[in-house]
């Protein structure tokens, strides 16, 4: 009966609910292992006390907040949806509470940090001019990975400075600034060519064997360049997702126009960086100020 359920809680999710790959596969991991935790005993006959056992079970064994919060919603969800099937009247999770989880706020590249990590690419050979088109490209723009590697030649129109990049069924167009523009004039007409092995290949950014570059392939080159400009902060891909958030809003960028260009559905997410900017100055007024 377990097993079924999860299979179909497992269906709902990706067919109805249009889950993302990590969403499912996080929420379903986390209903498998409270049900391996419970050694055969049914999961519909459950009560709270049971669940918040494997909370703190989990906490004992040095799991996060994080995850115990994570583990809270996936149980109700999927207790939610044996309601919605008749199979439970009532949500065991309902009533349980997780730690609270210490809001971390993302890493942030000063200015200068910025203008040193995009330097580390070398134009002088084909993965210096593509690397550094990439790594233009992603603080012009601020978009995620997983839209950069998908991005084809006909997202790219550098006669407008524009690119067109689509997410989940939804198309925005992003600006791009003029170094940028020029990074990827240098590359898309000069060293895309050289590098591609199809002439029928879409992917805007290639690797070194001529076909779509990968995640790990681009994280790679994050570390590396992170490495060699011997910056201390953890650069990871999305850090300079973030760090295009914030500087734009220390510019005087207003909130509903970075959410458009980050393509977050949801303006809350955008107004972390409106916490971040407050953290920063608060920051340095407990530094600069003599008094404080």
């Given at each position: 009966m377990e097993t079924n359920d999860i299979a179909r809680y497992g269906a709902y999710l990706a067919e109805e609910k249009h889950a993302s790959q990590n969403t499912l596969s996080s929420y379903l991991r986390d209903i498998t292992q409270f049900a391996?935790?419970?050694?055969?005993?049914d999961l519909r006959t459950v009560d709270s006390g049971r669940i918040q056992d494997y909370i703190n079970w989990m906490r004992g064994r040095g799991k996060s907040a994080a995850s115990a919060t994570r583990f809270l919603a996936s149980v109700k969800s999927f207790?939610?949806?044996?309601?919605a099937r008749g199979d439970i009247t009532e949500n065991p999770a309902k009533s349980?509470?997780?730690?609270?989880?210490?809001?971390?706020?993302?890493?942030?590249?000063?200015?200068?940090?910025?203008?040193?990590?995009?330097?580390?690419?070398?134009?002088?050979?084909?993965?210096?001019?593509?690397?550094h088109a990439m790594l233009e490209l992603l603080y012009a723009t601020g978009i995620r990975v997983t839209e950069l590697i998908s991005l084809d030649m006909e997202n790219l129109n550098?006669?407008?400075?524009?690119i067109h990049c689509i997410s989940k069924g939804k198309e925005r167009v992003i600006p791009l600034y003029h170094t940028a523009i020029k990074a990827l004039q240098d590359y898309v007409r000069t060293i895309r060519p050289q590098l591609i092995a199809d002439s029928s290949e879409k992917a805007l950014f290639v690797n070194m064997n001529g076909e779509r570059m990968s995640r790990q392939g681009f994280w790679k080159i994050i570390k590396y360049?992170?490495?060699?400009?011997?910056i201390e902060k953890d650069i990871t891909p999305h850090t300079l997702r973030h760090s295009f958030a914030v500087h734009l809003l220390e510019n005087g960028a207003d909130l509903r126009s970075i959410q458009e260009m980050l393509g977050h559905a949801d303006i809350s997410s955008t107004q972390i960086y409106t916490h971040v900017v407050k953290k920063q100055l608060k920051d340095v007024y407990q530094k600069a100020h003599p008094r404080a």
């Open positions: 391996e935790y419970l050694q055969g005993d207790y939610n949806f044996l309601i349980v509470t997780a730690a609270k989880v210490e809001r971390k706020y993302p890493e942030i590249l000063t200015s200068k940090e910025v203008e040193l990590f995009l330097e580390q690419p070398q134009c002088v050979d084909a993965k210096g001019f593509r690397d550098l006669a407008a400075g524009v360049y992170q490495e060699k400009a011997g």
